[in-house]
């Protein structure tokens, strides 16, 4: 078994000499997020099962870690958006299969520059750093505050959370990548919408379209891919899978559910999210982009909650601009779904629980006053 190292730096220059130097090494990595509190650090450590943790003080030795096979290169935690986080085990192979892909993908007549901003303990945000350590591309380092400066400092390329888009001016970049939540209606020309997930070494969907060499089917509703940059198992199971339509039995089952039509994939959200209300199913995700478009709506979230008349009864929490356009919102949702998704509770809330990732708490949603 090999050793496993967690990174406890912060984002730039020094990282990805880090990052490059356990490479050449070959020595397996995961990046601890340096927000968390010293208990919850300890909870991370533990769920990742390092065995060095090394930090700006040195490298320090961990008794209780646990090793790592010699071809994984990568421990990541999951999202966490859908319940506790899972500690996924990525190999030097598809690493870097992600990192070619996408940058064979992005090209134009030159090979992306990037600028690093997302949290690296993320894999949206890491493999920012793996195109440059894996692949051809090259960095421009600087902090979140200055993403709109980072074109004029020869910056191509930028990947992005939602909410990125309302704080900064994007438009000097050739392609934003954004992920995430789900996108807002309206997008600028140079943002390229994503999907992807921490199994699957980053974005393998691009504007709905899976990148080259990525297989995407839906198998009874759910989306399933068959890619060269997936995961290998978790820390404490095998990587699930399930028998795809060529009879093979090596998909694997994300959790969302979707479809895929002439080649284009739709992903409707999270399988365990679903409200059944009235008898009719209602997705969190194609409600929620049905009432963010109505006027003063800046966010909004939607989930079930028991009740004993409808078996869930709709609740949308409310993001606004100090108006409560409650009627406004019933009636979008009666009109673009139908009328058993007309929020039955509407809740306004300073913010909403997001992930590092920017993706939406949902187990967190139903406790949000």
């Not at 912060?10 to 509190?37: H, I, K, T, W």
């Not at 390329?157 to 209606?185: C, K, N, T, Y």
């Not at 990148?211 to 198998?219: N, S, T």
Request: proline share 7%; aromatic share 4%.
């Amino acid at each position: 078994m090999a050793s496993l190292t967690a990174l406890d730096l912060p984002l730039d220059a020094n990282f990805e000499r880090v990052v490059r130097e356990q490479v050449e090494r070959g020595e397996a990595f995961c990046v601890l997020d340096r927000r968390l509190s010293p208990r919850r650090r300890l909870e991370e450590l533990a769920h990742l099962g390092a065995t060095h943790v090394r930090s700006v003080d040195g490298l320090t030795a961990r008794p209780d870690g646990r090793g790592v096979d010699e071809e994984i290169g990568l421990v990541m935690l999951t999202s966490g958006s859908s319940g506790p986080p899972k500690a996924a085990e990525l190999t030097w192979r598809a690493l870097a299969a992600s990192a070619r892909l996408t940058q064979a993908t992005l090209r134009h007549d030159h090979a992306p520059v990037w600028y690093p901003c997302l949290p690296a303990n993320h894999i949206g945000g890491l493999a920012v750093v793996l195109r440059a350590v894996l692949d051809d591309a090259t960095l421009v380092w600087g902090d979140e505050s200055t993403i709109g400066d980072a074109p004029a400092r020869g910056a191509t390329h930028v990947a992005i959370v939602r909410a990125h888009l309302a704080r900064h001016d994007l438009s000097g970049f050739e392609s934003v990548l954004l992920g995430g939540a789900r996108p807002p209606h309206e997008l600028p020309d140079n943002v390229v919408t994503t999907w992807g997930m921490t199994e699957t070494g980053s974005g393998v969907v691009y504007d709905g379209v899976a990148l080259p060499g990525v297989d995407v089917v839906a198998i009874d509703g759910e989306i399933a891919v068959r890619s060269p940059t997936l995961f290998r198992s978790y820390r404490h199971a095998p990587r699930p899978t399930v028998l795809g339509p060529d009879g093979r039995h090596d998909w694997f089952p994300t959790g969302d559910a979707g479809e895929v039509v002439d080649g284009r994939v739709r992903v409707r959200g999270r399988l365990g999210y679903v409200i059944t209300t009235g008898g009719e199913k209602v997705w969190p995700d194609d409600l929620e982009a049905v009432l963010g478009g109505v006027d003063h709506v800046r966010e909004v979230a939607v989930t079930g909650v028991d009740d004993p008349e409808w078996g869930q009864r709709i609740v949308a929490l409310v993001v606004s601009d100090g108006a409560h356009p409650d009627d406004a919102l019933r009636q979008a949702a009666t009109e673009r779904i139908g009328p058993w998704a007309k929020p039955k509770e509407i809740r306004y809330v300073a913010a909403l629980p997001r992930t590092g990732s920017g993706k939406i708490r949902r187990n967190a949603l139903r406790d949000l006053h």
